[in-house]
Nanobody, 127 residues
Framework: QVQLVESGGGLVQAGASLRLSCVAS????????AGWFRQAPGKEREFVVA????????TYADSVKGRFTISRDNAKNTVHLQMNSLKPEDTAVYYC????????????????????WGQGTQVTVSS
């Protein structure tokens, strides 16, 4: 069993930056593709970004491309999401997730492809 704990959310103004972290325990992080999803009030959970097991490949949602960067440190069982130039429409609960899918071409982008989820961290961007 894998446990994921996110941190780093908060309330910021538009244009600011935040760095989210996700710490995994219970299994070796390098066994999984890692991803971030987000869910805004009244909307479905949506894919944000994913990174392959050894960070050789990434894939981003068009809405965050060029502003967000995912990274991982398998030695520390940690995944980060650096979010720059934040916009009010980025406001959501952000979830870290792990997929056991081995192939990384393409990387998983669907909710059902991820087996483990954190509890989420709130990001609020004011205009």
């Amino acid at each position: 069993q894998v446990q994921l704990v996110e941190s780093g959310g908060g309330l910021v103004q538009a244009g600011a930056s935040l760095r989210l972290s996700c710490v995994a325990s219970g299994r070796t992080l390098s066994s999984y593709t890692a991803g971030w999803f987000r869910q805004a009030p009244g909307k479905e959970r949506e894919f944000v970004v994913a990174v392959s097991r050894f960070a050789s490949r990434t894939t981003y949602a068009d809405s965050v491309k060029g502003r967000f960067t995912i990274s991982r440190d398998n030695a520390k069982n940690t995944v980060h999401l650096q979010m720059n130039s934040l916009k009010p429409e980025d406001t959501a609960v952000y979830y870290c997730a792990l997929s056991p899918r081995i192939t990384n071409n393409p990387l998983p982008r669907e909710f059902g492809e991820y087996a483990y989820w954190g509890q989420g961290t709130q990001v609020t961007v004011s205009s």
